[in-house]
Protein backbone atom coordinates (compact mmCIF):
# COMPACT_ATOMS: atom_id res chain seq x y z
CA UNK A 1 0.00 0.00 0.00
CA UNK A 2 1.51 3.37 -1.31
CA UNK A 3 1.45 5.74 1.93
CA UNK A 4 2.93 9.00 2.54
CA UNK A 5 3.22 10.50 5.82
CA UNK A 6 4.42 14.22 7.09
CA UNK A 7 5.25 15.15 10.13
CA UNK A 8 7.35 18.07 12.40
CA UNK A 9 4.77 20.23 11.51
CA UNK A 10 3.62 22.76 14.68
CA UNK A 11 3.46 26.12 16.20
CA UNK A 12 6.17 28.58 15.98
CA UNK A 13 7.28 32.07 16.48
CA UNK A 14 7.74 34.23 13.36
CA UNK A 15 11.84 34.12 12.21
CA UNK A 16 11.75 30.90 14.11
CA UNK A 17 12.58 27.05 12.22
CA UNK A 18 10.59 23.94 11.38
CA UNK A 19 11.54 20.92 9.62
CA UNK A 20 9.31 18.90 7.91
CA UNK A 21 9.71 14.87 7.02
CA UNK A 22 7.72 13.09 4.49
CA UNK A 23 8.16 9.48 5.06
CA UNK A 24 7.11 6.82 2.40
CA UNK A 25 5.75 3.36 2.32
CA UNK A 26 4.92 0.91 0.42
CA UNK A 27 7.20 1.48 -2.58
CA UNK A 28 10.76 3.16 -2.96
CA UNK A 29 10.86 7.26 -2.69
CA UNK A 30 13.79 7.50 -4.99
CA UNK A 31 12.19 6.18 -7.93
CA UNK A 32 9.91 9.41 -8.05
CA UNK A 33 10.14 13.26 -7.68
CA UNK A 34 8.74 14.45 -4.60
CA UNK A 35 6.84 18.19 -4.27
CA UNK A 36 5.52 20.04 -1.43
CA UNK A 37 2.88 21.81 -1.06
CA UNK A 38 0.48 24.09 1.53
CA UNK A 39 -2.66 25.44 1.88
CA UNK A 40 -3.91 27.85 3.98
CA UNK A 41 -7.80 28.11 4.67
CA UNK A 42 -9.53 30.08 2.05
CA UNK A 43 -6.57 29.43 -0.59
CA UNK A 44 -5.76 27.37 -3.15
CA UNK A 45 -3.11 24.39 -2.70
CA UNK A 46 0.46 26.28 -3.32
CA UNK A 47 3.43 24.18 -4.95
CA UNK A 48 6.30 25.08 -2.10
CA UNK A 49 9.34 23.14 -3.65
CA UNK A 50 10.13 19.86 -5.41
CA UNK A 51 12.87 17.44 -5.98
CA UNK A 52 13.96 15.64 -8.38
CA UNK A 53 15.66 12.11 -8.51
CA UNK A 54 18.21 11.49 -10.76
CA UNK A 55 19.39 14.62 -11.59
CA UNK A 56 18.77 16.07 -8.46
CA UNK A 57 16.97 19.55 -9.57
CA UNK A 58 15.10 21.59 -7.11
CA UNK A 59 12.23 24.02 -7.41
CA UNK A 60 10.84 26.52 -5.09
CA UNK A 61 8.41 29.17 -5.29
CA UNK A 62 9.52 32.66 -4.81
CA UNK A 63 7.85 32.98 -1.96
CA UNK A 64 10.11 30.62 -0.54
CA UNK A 65 13.30 30.76 -1.94
CA UNK A 66 16.49 31.50 -0.28
CA UNK A 67 14.46 30.06 3.38
CA UNK A 68 13.00 26.53 2.23
CA UNK A 69 15.54 23.94 1.59
CA UNK A 70 14.12 20.31 0.20
CA UNK A 71 16.40 17.47 0.57
CA UNK A 72 15.76 13.56 0.43
CA UNK A 73 17.38 10.77 1.89
CA UNK A 74 16.39 7.85 -0.22
CA UNK A 75 18.40 5.04 2.42
CA UNK A 76 15.41 6.53 5.25
CA UNK A 77 13.08 6.71 2.19
CA UNK A 78 11.77 10.40 3.30
CA UNK A 79 12.38 13.91 1.95
CA UNK A 80 12.17 17.02 4.21
CA UNK A 81 11.36 20.41 3.94
CA UNK A 82 13.45 22.66 5.84
CA UNK A 83 12.14 26.04 7.03
CA UNK A 84 13.97 29.13 8.25
CA UNK A 85 12.91 32.82 9.10
CA UNK A 86 9.25 31.71 9.00
CA UNK A 87 6.42 34.36 8.40
CA UNK A 88 3.06 34.39 9.35
CA UNK A 89 2.40 33.82 5.46
CA UNK A 90 3.89 30.61 5.48
CA UNK A 91 0.91 28.94 8.04
CA UNK A 92 -0.77 26.41 6.43
CA UNK A 93 -1.51 22.76 6.29
CA UNK A 94 1.45 21.17 4.08
CA UNK A 95 1.41 17.74 1.59
CA UNK A 96 4.02 15.85 -0.05
CA UNK A 97 3.14 14.36 -2.92
CA UNK A 98 5.03 11.81 -5.44
CA UNK A 99 5.52 13.57 -9.13
CA UNK A 100 4.58 11.33 -12.05
CA UNK A 101 7.67 11.37 -13.09
CA UNK A 102 11.53 10.83 -11.88
CA UNK A 103 11.91 14.91 -12.82
CA UNK A 104 10.03 18.04 -11.67
CA UNK A 105 10.46 20.95 -14.27
CA UNK A 106 9.83 25.03 -14.22
CA UNK A 107 6.84 24.45 -15.52
CA UNK A 108 4.63 21.80 -13.72
CA UNK A 109 6.27 21.81 -10.21
CA UNK A 110 3.62 23.81 -8.68
CA UNK A 111 0.64 22.21 -10.39
CA UNK A 112 -0.77 19.97 -8.08
CA UNK A 113 -2.15 17.87 -11.21
CA UNK A 114 1.50 16.65 -11.93
CA UNK A 115 1.13 14.45 -8.62
CA UNK A 116 -0.29 10.94 -7.94
CA UNK A 117 0.50 9.98 -4.14
CA UNK A 118 -0.49 12.83 -1.19
CA UNK A 119 0.28 12.87 2.15
CA UNK A 120 -2.85 13.59 4.57
CA UNK A 121 -1.09 16.94 5.38
CA UNK A 122 0.60 18.56 8.82
CA UNK A 123 -0.59 21.90 9.90
CA UNK A 124 2.83 24.61 10.80
CA UNK A 125 1.40 27.76 12.57
CA UNK A 126 3.61 30.95 12.28
CA UNK A 127 2.32 33.47 15.12
CA UNK A 128 3.69 35.20 18.26
Known amino acids: QVQLVESGGGLVQPGGSLRLSCAASGFTLDYYAIGWFRQAPGKEREGVSC????????YYADSVKGRFTISRDNAKNTVYLQMNSLKPEDTAVYYCATHRSHTCYSTNYYRPGSYNYWGQGTQVTVSS
Open 51 to 58: ASTGDGST
